[in-house]
């Protein structure tokens, strides 16, 4: 009897420790399914079925953007070597801030580091002129460039990172050819109520958006151009109106009522966090040239305040 009771208590223990493997086991085959919660790399929902991510894979990142409420207004030139840039100026701007700009990029994206030196009184030799013959006369604040080399008498907008990440850059194809597409043509004049002059396409920034440049006859005394951004089938689109009977100077000095391509250069473009383009470019015209941020969205293209423009007429 005792040997029956231990051969039963065996065969009930040996039960017992087959039935906890056959438990566990299909924990243990689902273990890589339930880490699936339906996402991807960057964490959003996909439904499909989870699978180990690459080297690739686990090193994307969302692409860099710019929060247009964040940027400064902080522009300056190079001097006649490269080596130097001046940001004119009050003294009142605190060096705090100053010396958080660290990098500043021009004409083409021309990226380059910098670190505040100081400030630059000038002297009694200055002409008024903002041009590299002119840069040790000038007050301003003057930058070093330590990375890169600056092309000489051209503009800069300086920034921190933070402000303009270096990934949320576009680059610009330049174009200026007339645009001969009439179904736009007709859009625009639809749009503006006027008859166009001559229309180009200015740039293409990094695939993502189109620049165009709307000339329109004058009506009387009223003029128009236009800048167009086109983003997919959307046109966000900035007026620039001039009501004047000096048909010599109309949007600036001597500019016989023109404007076309060769007006414009372009420092940079970047993707923003409120989904568009920002445009970096300059105006330039018989003395001098003034620079643009343009802030394009879907619907809407506008110029945040700048303040900077360059006088360089010999």
């Avoid at 399914?33 to 439904?47: H, I, K, L, P, W």
């Avoid at 001097?79 to 660290?102: C, F, H, P, Q």
């Avoid at 736009?184 to 740039?203: D, P, S, V």
Wanted: one cysteine or more; hydrophobic letters at 35%.
């Amino acid at each position: 009897m005792l040997k029956t009771s231990i051969f039963l208590l065996m065969i009930l223990t040996l039960s017992g420790c087959f039935q906890t493997e056959d438990q566990e086991s299909p924990l243990e085959r689902e273990a890589p399914v339930q880490q699936d919660s339906g996402t991807n790399a960057n964490g959003e929902g996909n439904g499909k079925k989870f699978e180990e991510p690459t080297g690739s894979e686990e090193s994307i990142e969302p692409a860099g953007e710019v929060d247009v409420k964040r940027l400064g207004q902080v522009f300056g030139f190079a001097d006649e070597n490269g080596k130097r840039l001046l940001v004119n100026g009050s003294e009142d701007i605190s060096k705090e801030a100053l010396s958080g700009m660290t990098q500043a990029i021009g004409e083409q994206g021309n990226l380059i580091s910098v670190v505040y030196e100081g400030w630059q009184e000038g002297d009694d030799t200055n002409n008024g002129r903002d041009t590299s013959p002119n840069f040790s006369h000038l007050p301003g604040h003057i930058y070093a460039v330590t990375e890169g080399s600056a092309q000489p008498n051209t503009t800069y907008y300086l920034f921190q990172r933070k402000q303009i990440p270096l990934d949320s850059l576009l680059p610009i194809t330049t174009d200026g050819q007339v645009v001969t597409d009439s179904d736009l043509g007709e859009q625009i004049e639809n749009e503006k109520g006027r008859t166009l002059q001559q229309l180009w396409r200015l740039a293409d920034l990094g695939g993502e958006a189109k620049l165009y440049l709307a000339l329109f006859r004058p009506d009387g005394p009223d003029y128009l151009f236009c800048m167009i951004l086109r983003q997919g089938e959307s046109l966000a689109v900035l007026d620039f109106p001039a009501t004047t009977k000096d048909a010599y100077s109309v949007w600036r000095v001597d500019d016989l009522g023109e404007i076309a391509p060769h007006h414009f250069t372009y420092l940079f473009a970047a993707r923003t966090s409120e989904p568009g383009v920002l445009v970096g470019m300059e105006w330039h015209g018989a003395e001098g040239m003034n620079s643009l941020l343009l802030h394009g969205t879907e619907d809407r293209l506008t110029q945040l305040e700048t303040r900077y423009g360059r006088y360089t007429s010999p």
